[in-house]
T-cell receptor, first 112, second 112 residues
Framework: GDSVTQMEGPVTLSEEAFLTINCTYTATGYPSLFWYVQYPGEGLQLLLKATKADDKGSNKGFEATYRKETTSFHLEKGSVQVSDSAVYFC???????????FGTGTSLTVIP | EAQVTQNPRYLITVTGKKLTVTCSQN?????MSWYRQDPGLGLRQIYYSMNVEVTDKGDVPEGYKVSRKEKRNFPLILESPSPNQTSLYFC???????????FGQGTRLTVV
């Protein structure tokens, strides 16, 4: 069945460091791919998305490219800030659009 | 303000005592869903609804019920809660199943 495999954490980085969180997926057809962020004590918020191969989603300095050939959707940011500390979830929804499948989440802590 | 509202935020109950967690959205979304979040497992979908009176099972529906009598409300019902249902629960809504999901703040449930 459809699934998402996400890089395990926790990840600790110094401010201004480069961030990569790996995400790979298994799905038939062409799913839509998402990154969600969860700040402490809050629900999930959409960070970015891509709906077809080679699309690049971007928001708040974060980017991810939909790679069909490697079934990946890795999250990157060139220079992280303390305010980026949160849990990040990769997710997909199949082209039938009925269900979301989430990864296990990656906790990021950015230290000054 | 567009939002998904869950109540209560925190709940401690005893095994076997029926409970309902309410969820309401003000965005006129057709699609609503419930998830549980457990450490190391990410978010898993419990039930979803594509429209009024249309509901379907997600990945972990056992022990839960839902109803969708009105477009804005999607309550989660635990008829006989058990300790393995102790978890953090999120309600979400979206225009369609494969579009951005808006999440509630979460309900932390403890069953003793």
């Amino acid at each position: 069945g459809d699934s998402v495999t996400q890089m395990e954490g926790p990840v600790t980085l110094s401010e201004e460091a480069f961030l990569t969180i790996n995400c790979t997926y298994t799905a038939t057809g062409y799913p839509s791919l998402f990154w969600y962020v969860q700040y402490p004590g809050e629900g999930l918020q959409l960070l970015l998305k891509a709906t077809k191969a080679d699309d690049k989603g971007s928001n708040k300095g974060f980017e991810a490219t939909y790679r069909k050939e490697t079934t990946s959707f890795h999250l990157e940011k060139g220079s992280v800030q303390v305010s980026d500390s949160a849990v990040y979830f990769c997710a997909l929804t199949p082209n039938t659009g009925n269900q979301f499948y989430f990864g296990t989440g990656t906790s990021l802590t950015v230290i000054p | 303000e567009a939002q998904v509202t869950q109540n209560p935020r925190y709940l401690i109950t005893v095994t076997g005592k029926k409970l309902t967690v309410t969820c309401s959205q003000n965005m006129n979304h057709e699609y609503m869903s419930w998830y549980r979040q457990d450490p190391g497992l990410g978010l898993r979908q419990i039930y979803y609804s594509m429209n009024v009176e249309v509901t379907d099972k997600g990945d972990v529906p056992e022990g839960y019920k839902v109803s969708r009598k009105e477009k804005r409300n999607f309550p989660l019902i635990l008829e006989s809660p058990s300790p393995n249902q102790t978890s953090l629960y999120f309600c979400a809504s979206s225009y369609a199943g494969n579009t951005e999901a808006f999440f509630g703040q979460g309900t932390r449930l403890t069953v003793v």
